[in-house]
């Protein structure tokens, strides 16, 4: 007989899953409204896109006299929807950490909010640099609309400059929210701690890491598979707040499959990284790194021949 056909077993799972909930309480978020909500968060993304890049995602055929309605709209929206998570956010880490009450969270997230808000003309600037560097990178795109409409790795590193802004400023939970969700649609994790300047271009993308102590200068380009990286990360907790992730100076390209690993490791200004190697070492500038290639050989084959033979006979 199947469980949910039998009362007294419901009962009895019941009883033990809750008591789960008292043993394991880590796992369980019960009794409080202080928790970000991931689908507000999610939807917040989306919403300051359509700031972001008007015209594109949200309202479209929008023309020159409707924009201050319309931005100021959008706005208001933002500034409601991202004070009350950052608020509940910040009372979550206050409650988690077994302080209790919050009695500037509110204020502190009003100041969080406001100063996200005004740094939206400077994320734009910043992303017009990089849908540029993908333009410039990619003879396959034909317009910074195909950039910003298809691109995934336009789409990763639009979230990921979102979320480093809170990060900066800040807010737990909630920017690691926005670049888990980039990663989910994209398959390109960017921790929202990583450091990276104008002009960054990924190409194609999926499976691409940038570790949380990772810095990166400007006009630099990779491509899919590329992992920064720690060189270990057998000290756990213990290594938080340390450099565990490499430095990536101006001008570097990275091609497919690389990693590079270490937070003691700089790879210099204009230098290239060859696909498929494997780096625990800085690189000086304007070097190129490439693993030695096997040793291809070729042989002449004769044609195949195919017996030229009747289709057999098909019966139903």
């Known amino acids: 007989m199947s469980i949910t056909g039998n009362k007294q077993d419901l009962a009895r799972l019941t009883d033990e899953i809750i008591d789960s909930y008292r043993r394991h309480p880590a796992t369980q978020y019960i009794g409080s409204t202080y928790l970000p909500n991931r689908e507000t968060i999610i939807s917040l993304v989306n919403t300051i896109r359509e700031v972001l ?3 594109f995602f949200g309202r479209q055929n929008i023309v020159e006299s409707d924009l201050p ?4 709209s959008i706005l208001g929206t933002v500034r409601d929807m991202l004070f009350d998570q950052v608020r509940r956010s910040l009372r979550h ?17 009003a100041a969080i909010t406001d100063e996200f808000l005004g740094s939206i003309p ?10 540029q560097a993908a333009f410039d990178g990619d003879p396959a795109a034909g ?7 298809c691109y995934p790795g336009y789409l990763a590193v639009t979230i990921y400059r979102i979320a480093h802004e809170l990060h900066r400023l ?3 939970l909630i920017p690691r929210i926005m670049t888990e969700y980039a990663h989910s649609l994209t398959g390109i994790d ?3 701690g990583a450091e990276i300047g104008e002009y960054f271009f990924i190409d194609h993308g999926t499976g691409v890491v940038v570790g949380e102590t990772t810095m990166i200068g400007t006009n630099v380009r990779i491509y899919q598979g590329v992992t920064l990286g720690a060189l270990s990360t057998r000290g756990g907790q213990s290594l938080r707040g340390t450099k565990r992730h490499p430095t990536i100076q101006d001008g570097v390209l990275i091609y497919p499959n690389a990693s590079i690993l ?3 490791t700089v790879i210099g200004q204009g230098a290239t990284i060859n696909g498929n190697v494997f780096i625990t070492q800085s690189v000086p500038p304007h070097t190129r790194v490439s693993v030695k290639h096997p040793e291809l050989q070729y042989r002449n084959r004769p044609p195949r021949e195919f017996a030229q033979e009747a289709p057999p006979d098909f019966q139903i």
Do not use: M, N, W, Y
């Open 69 to 72: 309605f319309h931005i100021s």
């Open 262 to 264: 270490g937070g003691d």
């Open 122 to 131: 400077q994320l734009r600037g910043i992303l017009a640099t990089d849908a």
């Open 170 to 172: 800040g807010v737990p």
């Open 190 to 192: 960017i921790h929202p």
């Open 93 to 109: 880490r206050h409650q988690r950490t077994g302080k209790g009450e919050c009695p500037d969270c509110d204020a502190t997230a």
């Open 53 to 55: 890049f008007p015209g």
């Open 143 to 149: 317009s910074i609309d195909e950039i910003i409409f």
